[in-house]
């Protein structure tokens, strides 16, 4: 049943799949009473409970009091608060993540603008375009994924905390693992157990993912932060120094490229045991032609621009057709895997 939001008359469709990519509150989940399993929060001071997402305009916070040091997400950090601000774009709009206040009531646009002039530390112009809550330090996964014919992806099947920047990209690895076993099913020729593949595949890489950003969360909320960390005083200097050196070890924050493209389907009724797969380490990527894993990049002829890259030379669809047309060398410039496997192991990356 559908209804436009607008008002106008409601609809009933018919379909032979549903995938309810509907969000962290999804409807299609709750009515199928799908429970989320997991972490629902984490009790930091930084990223942990109820937050504020905060979009704003500051004409001048950047030309005064940024673009000697121009960068596009500065941490505050100090006793009284902890904010993230995020440029947007250099002149003058940002986001802000701040804590909320614990009374769980929505806050003014007053409010927000003392919390973000409080951050800054400096008097400036700041206008509100708007502001939204969100809880940071979950990690949720849905108990299925699959139920009969309808399918869960995105934020529906799972809920981050942002640290690593995982939400986004763990959902479009879902809906490109789930549009092709649709189109297999919707057009004849994907076998009964297929949709059920994807939760197989897809569920444990949602605990990974959802764990690795929690796991950042967690290191975020042990920063040694003291009183003396804004003070113009020697001890002020190494309480600054000591949060340096702690937000330095956190470099997966922003680099974890590991998990972004190391997921593998490795045991997957699917996919076809050949050779021994990578370890799996959130902060490095080891490419590698087991199947079950992302195809690794490589250049199979003299060119080196657009064009030239194995992925762009994949066909449509799976890529057996695809190995007929290339003359693949004997082996990967980075490791010694053969062709055919590098092919194989494509087949989740179409
Ligand atoms: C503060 C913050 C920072 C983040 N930073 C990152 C990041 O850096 N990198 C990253 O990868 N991810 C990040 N994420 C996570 C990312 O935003 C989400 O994972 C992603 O938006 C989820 O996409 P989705 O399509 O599954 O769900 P949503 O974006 O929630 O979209 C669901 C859609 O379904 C619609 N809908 C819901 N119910 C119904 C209904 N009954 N009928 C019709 N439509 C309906 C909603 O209106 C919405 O448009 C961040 C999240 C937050 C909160």
């Given at each position: 049943m559908a209804e436009p939001t607008n008002g106008g008359a409601r609809q009933t469709w018919r379909a032979e799949y549903l995938a309810g990519c509907d969000g962290g509150r999804s409807f299609v989940r709750r009515s199928l009473a799908l429970r989320y399993n997991g972490f629902a929060s984490l009790d930091s001071p930084h990223y942990g409970g109820r937050q504020n997402a905060t979009y704003f305009r500051a004409p001048t916070l950047f030309r005064d009091h940024l673009a000697q040091r121009p960068g596009w997400n500065y941490w505050v950090v100090n006793p009284k608060g902890r904010?993230?601000?995020?440029?947007?774009?250099?002149?003058?709009?940002?986001?802000?993540?701040?804590?909320?206040?614990?009374?769980?009531?929505?806050?003014?646009?007053?409010?927000?603008?003392?919390?973000?002039?409080?951050?800054?530390?400096?008097?400036?112009?700041?206008?509100?375009?708007?502001?939204?809550?969100w809880t940071a330090g979950v990690a949720l996964v849905a108990e299925r994924f699959v139920t009969n014919r309808v399918?869960?992806?995105g934020d529906a099947a799972h809920l981050f905390t942002?640290?690593?920047?995982?939400?986004?990209?763990?959902?479009?690895?879902d809906a490109s693992n789930l549009a092709w076993k649709l189109a297999a099913l919707v057009q004849g020729w994907g076998g009964a157990g297929l949709l059920q593949s994807y939760e197989i595949e897809r569920k444990p890489i949602a605990h990974r993912n959802t764990t690795a950003a929690r796991e950042l969360n967690k290191q975020l909320a042990n920063m040694p932060l003291t009183d003396a960390i804004d003070q113009d005083s020697p001890a002020g200097e190494t309480?600054?120094?000591?949060?340096?050196?702690?937000?330095?070890t956190m470099s997966e924050e922003y680099a974890s490229i590991g998990v972004q493209l190391g997921a593998r389907y490795d045991g997957s009724p699917i996919v076809t045991e050949d050779g021994t797969p990578p370890p799996d380490e959130l902060e490095r990527y080891t490419p590698s032609g087991a199947p079950g894993g992302r195809a690794p990049h490589y250049w199979p002829g003299a060119g080196r621009g657009s064009g030239d890259s194995?992925?762009?030379?994949?066909?449509?669809?799976?890529?057996?057709g695809t190995q007929k047309r290339l003359a693949l060398p004997r082996k990967l410039d980075h490791e010694p895997a053969r062709p055919r496997r590098c092919v194989r192991a494509c087949w989740r990356a179409r």
């Open positions: 904010c993230t601000i995020i440029s947007l774009n250099d002149p003058d709009e940002f986001l802000a993540f701040s804590k909320a206040s614990d009374d769980g009531a929505p806050p003014t646009d007053e409010e927000m603008v003392r919390v973000i002039l409080r951050s800054v530390g400096a008097d400036i112009p700041i206008s509100i375009i708007g502001h939204w809550p399918a869960l992806a942002p640290t690593g920047g995982f939400g986004m990209n763990t959902g479009m690895d309480a600054r120094r000591e949060v340096g050196a702690h937000l330095a194995l992925f762009d030379r994949f066909g449509k669809g799976f890529t057996h």
